[in-house]
């Protein structure tokens, strides 16, 4: 047996370590956390000084006694969990859990998995640092505090099977902030002016020259005035400008910047980054990929140096040493860089090839020369007008850094790119070919991508690297928001063009408002925030959620104890909750559009309990209220009086097939077909106000067409075993577990002793994370048990237990 127990995370990260160490040592997985706070009830002792009660899950017991074995048996126990507070925490769970003693337990740490760093690792060990470890059972602590106590209040006082978070809250509230200032904005329009001129070279060959009017006008008779004049003026080269520039790299990757721009450069989503940098990192590819540090080793410094001078020169190295501006940068102590600078490419499946090479080059864009450029302007007068225009252009003198990569951004703008500018020499007239006036507008704030909500979140000092990826996963899971595209609309803009000393007056056409992959807020999501910031609105404030961090921060360095700043919160926070339940009004979100020409009677839009819907009449009312569900693309801050009567119009008859009526409808999950007892999904091209009955029965025998595909083979006497075509390819499922069919075995000619032999190679595929809804059910039922942390604290009378929390049990 060996001497030496090394623990770590996860099966791939064992199986990397295992090829540096020898015989003397065995390495295993802890497969994440061992242990967590109690499902039953809110798992912490209020009455002994906000104690967690950590338990075993269900499905680590055996996962711990293998551990455990093994650690008696071992001499010592290496605990080899991830460097951050959350990696601390592990290995101090760990060494509770197993009962290890302090003579024979090691902790290391190492931010890259190569030999030289865990060997270095294996002869520098340490304590476990219970500073961190704090650090970390407080945000866990606090975090379950506002979720057990505020999600009961929404369920009470909007809909049930709600759920708010300290981080996901805030991270909404910054979306739905910004939809709204995105509905209130009104485009403000202005001209731009620019003029194509026409000179000749020495050789007295025609050169062309694009310039721009240094002023914009705001009405059209301005611009049209200024045209006028330009009909008998003169343009002559006024001056030229040369200057010299230089661009400079972006730092390493932190895992903010990573996420950013493997979601501009690749189209990855956060949780996609960080799901193939993990892969990455425990291949012993790249370094730690969860973050704050823009700094690099000097072994990384040297190593970059002399790959640089290797494929470009020495001219092309320029070492720089980047300092963190981030306050709480307490996740790791390097940037996320390649392990081996000298490997430009990896392999691996093609999502790692991709992000591995976006490290590589960024790290070592970081290391090289300032690309040196040549900036020229040339301003040109026109006679009789104060206004000049200006044509600017760019050379790249030396490409430096940019002979490998340059930085994307965020920005969306239509402006040009600079270009060469033609030789010219100054009182050199021009011969204006073409001045065009275009009505130009306003642009709306941007919605926020996952990637710049990411960015918003570190500029305000809100959750840390570790975090990122869950919130954005978490408040898009629980329906608060939606990530989607719309379709650009239709806009109308004016032209003025003076050409052969006329000019025309033009209205062209343009798209404008296309969205791609961006955060909309629900209806839902909405009503929620507008709640928590009326009753809550400490907890949805960016400064205190972000003096929280600090607060964090100030716990892993020991100079305060995490049970006094719960405490501090816990007390101000319990009150407010209490009040909430008892004097706060339940909260629908209720809209009243006007009165519903047909009947006279109230015609509104509110949330109901399978989501927005629009309403005629009251509950005051002696005649029921007539319901319909908005659609998708609909909101209840944006529907209008006629879009809303639309919607009664529904269930419609779409006409016949087979015998039997067509009806279309919307639901909880949207536009329907109703045939013969069956439900058919409308595509989101379809509108269900004018599906024909064509496209109707197309519909239907498409789906039945999908569904007599799905199933491939049923194996077993009783059916146990179903193989599937599903939406990434086939599989098979049993007991509702689903397993994977590797891509080069054939799913039609497997057997039953085939499946069972696949399903004993996944262990892990039955523990893997429930479906959101059986989450969310299971998340009620945690919640029922006690109401909220008062039960614990406070001990309330029976009688505040929420009823509508125990049927939803």
Same mark, same amino acid.
């Given at each position: 047996m060996p001497k030496n127990l090394v623990i770590v995370e996860s099966p791939a990260k064992a199986k990397t370590i295992e090829k540096f160490l020898g015989n003397d040592y065995q390495?295993?997985?802890?497969?994440?956390?061992?242990?967590?706070?109690?499902? @039953?009830?809110?798992?912490?002792?209020?009455?002994?000084?906000?104690? &967690?009660?950590?338990?075993?899950?269900?499905?680590?017991?055996?996962?711990?006694?293998?551990?455990?074995?093994?650690?008696?048996?071992?001499?010592?126990?290496?605990?080899?969990?991830?460097?951050?507070?959350?990696?601390?925490?592990?290995?101090?769970?760990l060494y509770e859990e197993l009962k290890l003693k302090k003579e024979n337990t090691r902790r290391i740490v190492f931010h890259e998995i190569t030999k030289d760093a865990i060997l270095h690792a294996i002869k520098t060990p340490r304590d476990i640092d219970i500073n961190l470890v704090d650090a970390q059972q407080a945000r866990r602590v606090l975090d379950r505090i506002v979720g057990f106590e505020l999600s009961p209040v929404l369920w009470r006082k909007i809909r049930p099977s709600l759920s708010a978070g300290r981080v996901q809250s805030v991270a909404v509230r910054l979306i739905v902030e910004r939809e709204r200032e995105i509905n209130q904005f009104s485009a403000e329009a202005n001209y731009r002016v620019n003029a194509f001129f026409i000179s000749k070279d020495i050789n007295g060959k025609q050169i062309d020259l694009k310039a721009e009017l240094q002023q914009r006008f705001a009405t059209k008779a301005e611009a049209q005035a200024f045209l006028e004049k330009c009909k008998e003026a003169q343009f002559s080269v006024d001056s030229i400008v040369t200057k010299p520039a230089k661009k400079s790299p972006a730092p390493p990757f932190t895992t903010s910047t990573l996420q950013q721009e493997a979601a501009r450069k690749l189209g990855f989503s956060v949780s996609q980054t960080m799901q193939v940098a993990q892969r990455l990192y425990e291949a012993g590819k790249i370094t730690y990929m969860r973050t704050d540090s823009v700094n690099l080793s000097d072994l990384a410094l040297g190593t970059s140096k002399a790959e640089i001078i290797s494929m470009a020169g020495e001219r092309y190295v320029q070492i720089r040493k980047f300092t963190t501006k981030s306050k709480g940068a307490q996740e790791a102590h390097e940037a996320i860089r390649p392990t081996y600078m000298n490997t430009h490419k990896t392999d691996g499946t093609s999502q790692e090839k991709r992000l591995y090479e976006l490290i590589w080059k960024r790290t070592i864009a970081s290391q090289m020369a300032d690309a040196e450029l040549e900036k020229t302007s040339i301003y040109i007068s026109v006679s009789g007008v104060k206004n000049q225009f200006v044509a600017s252009g760019e050379v790249i003198v030396f490409d430096g850094f940019l002979k490998v990569y340059l930085e994307s951004t965020d920005d969306e703008t239509d402006a040009e790119n600079d270009s060469l500018l033609p030789a010219m020499k100054n009182g050199e007239l021009l011969l204006a070919n073409e001045i065009v006036a275009q009505e130009r507008f306003s642009q709306k704030p941007p919605r926020y991508a996952e990637a710049s909500l990411v960015r918003k979140l570190e500029e305000l000092g809100i959750g840390r690297p570790s975090t990122y990826a869950p919130t954005i996963s978490t408040i898009q899971n629980r329906l608060y928001v939606e990530k989607g595209d719309r379709e650009p609309e239709k806009r109308n803009f004016n032209v003025l063009t003076l050409k052969a000393g006329k000019i025309a007056d033009e209205i062209k056409t343009e798209n404008t408002g296309a969205e791609k992959s961006k955060l909309f807020p629900t209806d839902i999501g909405l009503v929620v925030t507008d709640f928590l910031t009326e009753y809550f609105p400490d907890v949805l404030n960016y400064n205190f959620t972000a003096d929280v961090e600090k607060e964090f921060d100030n716990i892993a360095d020991g100079e305060i104890k995490w049970t006094e700043s719960i405490d501090k919160f816990y007390k101000k926070f319990h009150p407010i909750v209490e009040d909430t339940l008892k004097n706060s009004e339940r909260q629908v979100g209720e809209r009243i559009l006007g009165v519903d020409p047909k009947s006279g009677r109230q015609l509104s839009v509110k949330i109901g309990k399978y989501g927005p819907l629009a309403q005629i009449g009251t509950v005051e009312e002696e005649e029921k209220p007539s319901f319909a569900s908005l659609r998708r693309d609909q909101s209840i801050e944006s529907i209008s009086f006629e879009e809303a009567l639309e919607l009664f119009k529904l269930p419609r008859e779409a006409g016949e097939f087979e015998g039997k009526v067509m009806t279309v409808a919307i639901g909880r999950f949207g536009p329907y077909i109703r045939h013969d007892g069956a439900f058919y999904s409308l595509p989101k091209t379809d509108d269900p106000m004018d599906v024909s009955t064509e496209r109707a029965i197309e519909i239907i025998e498409e789906k039945r067409e999908v569904e007599k595909n799905r199933v491939i083979q049923i194996l077993g006497n009783d059916g146990e075993i179903q193989v599937l075509n599903g939406r990434f390819g086939p599989y098979f499922t049993r007991d509702k577990v689903n397993y994977k069919i590797p891509k080069t075995t054939d799913p039609t000619t497997l057997t039953l002793e085939n499946c069972l032999e696949l399903i004993a190679a996944q262990p892990d595929a039955a523990t893997k994370k429930k479906p959101f809804g059986k989450k969310s059910a299971a998340?009620?039922?945690?919640?029922?048990?006690?109401?909220?942390?008062?039960?614990?604290?406070? @001990?309330?009378?029976?009688?505040?237990? &929420?009823k509508v929390t125990a049927k939803k049990k």
């Amino acid at each position: 047996m060996p001497k030496n127990l090394v623990i770590v995370e996860s099966p791939a990260k064992a199986k990397t370590i295992e090829k540096f160490l020898g015989n003397d040592y065995q390495v295993m997985s802890s497969f994440g956390h061992i242990r967590d706070l109690a499902e @039953k009830g809110i798992g912490i002792d209020f009455e002994n000084n906000y104690e &967690p009660q950590y338990v075993v899950s269900t499905d680590k017991k055996k996962t711990v006694a293998d551990l455990r074995k093994a650690s008696k048996e071992a001499e010592i126990v290496w605990l080899a969990s991830d460097e951050d507070r959350e990696g601390e925490a592990i290995a101090w769970h760990l060494y509770e859990e197993l009962k290890l003693k302090k003579e024979n337990t090691r902790r290391i740490v190492f931010h890259e998995i190569t030999k030289d760093a865990i060997l270095h690792a294996i002869k520098t060990p340490r304590d476990i640092d219970i500073n961190l470890v704090d650090a970390q059972q407080a945000r866990r602590v606090l975090d379950r505090i506002v979720g057990f106590e505020l999600s009961p209040v929404l369920w009470r006082k909007i809909r049930p099977s709600l759920s708010a978070g300290r981080v996901q809250s805030v991270a909404v509230r910054l979306i739905v902030e910004r939809e709204r200032e995105i509905n209130q904005f009104s485009a403000e329009a202005n001209y731009r002016v620019n003029a194509f001129f026409i000179s000749k070279d020495i050789n007295g060959k025609q050169i062309d020259l694009k310039a721009e009017l240094q002023q914009r006008f705001a009405t059209k008779a301005e611009a049209q005035a200024f045209l006028e004049k330009c009909k008998e003026a003169q343009f002559s080269v006024d001056s030229i400008v040369t200057k010299p520039a230089k661009k400079s790299p972006a730092p390493p990757f932190t895992t903010s910047t990573l996420q950013q721009e493997a979601a501009r450069k690749l189209g990855f989503s956060v949780s996609q980054t960080m799901q193939v940098a993990q892969r990455l990192y425990e291949a012993g590819k790249i370094t730690y990929m969860r973050t704050d540090s823009v700094n690099l080793s000097d072994l990384a410094l040297g190593t970059s140096k002399a790959e640089i001078i290797s494929m470009a020169g020495e001219r092309y190295v320029q070492i720089r040493k980047f300092t963190t501006k981030s306050k709480g940068a307490q996740e790791a102590h390097e940037a996320i860089r390649p392990t081996y600078m000298n490997t430009h490419k990896t392999d691996g499946t093609s999502q790692e090839k991709r992000l591995y090479e976006l490290i590589w080059k960024r790290t070592i864009a970081s290391q090289m020369a300032d690309a040196e450029l040549e900036k020229t302007s040339i301003y040109i007068s026109v006679s009789g007008v104060k206004n000049q225009f200006v044509a600017s252009g760019e050379v790249i003198v030396f490409d430096g850094f940019l002979k490998v990569y340059l930085e994307s951004t965020d920005d969306e703008t239509d402006a040009e790119n600079d270009s060469l500018l033609p030789a010219m020499k100054n009182g050199e007239l021009l011969l204006a070919n073409e001045i065009v006036a275009q009505e130009r507008f306003s642009q709306k704030p941007p919605r926020y991508a996952e990637a710049s909500l990411v960015r918003k979140l570190e500029e305000l000092g809100i959750g840390r690297p570790s975090t990122y990826a869950p919130t954005i996963s978490t408040i898009q899971n629980r329906l608060y928001v939606e990530k989607g595209d719309r379709e650009p609309e239709k806009r109308n803009f004016n032209v003025l063009t003076l050409k052969a000393g006329k000019i025309a007056d033009e209205i062209k056409t343009e798209n404008t408002g296309a969205e791609k992959s961006k955060l909309f807020p629900t209806d839902i999501g909405l009503v929620v925030t507008d709640f928590l910031t009326e009753y809550f609105p400490d907890v949805l404030n960016y400064n205190f959620t972000a003096d929280v961090e600090k607060e964090f921060d100030n716990i892993a360095d020991g100079e305060i104890k995490w049970t006094e700043s719960i405490d501090k919160f816990y007390k101000k926070f319990h009150p407010i909750v209490e009040d909430t339940l008892k004097n706060s009004e339940r909260q629908v979100g209720e809209r009243i559009l006007g009165v519903d020409p047909k009947s006279g009677r109230q015609l509104s839009v509110k949330i109901g309990k399978y989501g927005p819907l629009a309403q005629i009449g009251t509950v005051e009312e002696e005649e029921k209220p007539s319901f319909a569900s908005l659609r998708r693309d609909q909101s209840i801050e944006s529907i209008s009086f006629e879009e809303a009567l639309e919607l009664f119009k529904l269930p419609r008859e779409a006409g016949e097939f087979e015998g039997k009526v067509m009806t279309v409808a919307i639901g909880r999950f949207g536009p329907y077909i109703r045939h013969d007892g069956a439900f058919y999904s409308l595509p989101k091209t379809d509108d269900p106000m004018d599906v024909s009955t064509e496209r109707a029965i197309e519909i239907i025998e498409e789906k039945r067409e999908v569904e007599k595909n799905r199933v491939i083979q049923i194996l077993g006497n009783d059916g146990e075993i179903q193989v599937l075509n599903g939406r990434f390819g086939p599989y098979f499922t049993r007991d509702k577990v689903n397993y994977k069919i590797p891509k080069t075995t054939d799913p039609t000619t497997l057997t039953l002793e085939n499946c069972l032999e696949l399903i004993a190679a996944q262990p892990d595929a039955a523990t893997k994370k429930k479906p959101f809804g059986k989450k969310s059910a299971a998340t009620t039922k945690v919640a029922a048990t006690k109401t909220s942390a008062t039960k614990t604290a406070a @001990k309330p009378k029976a009688k505040a237990k &929420p009823k509508v929390t125990a049927k939803k049990k």
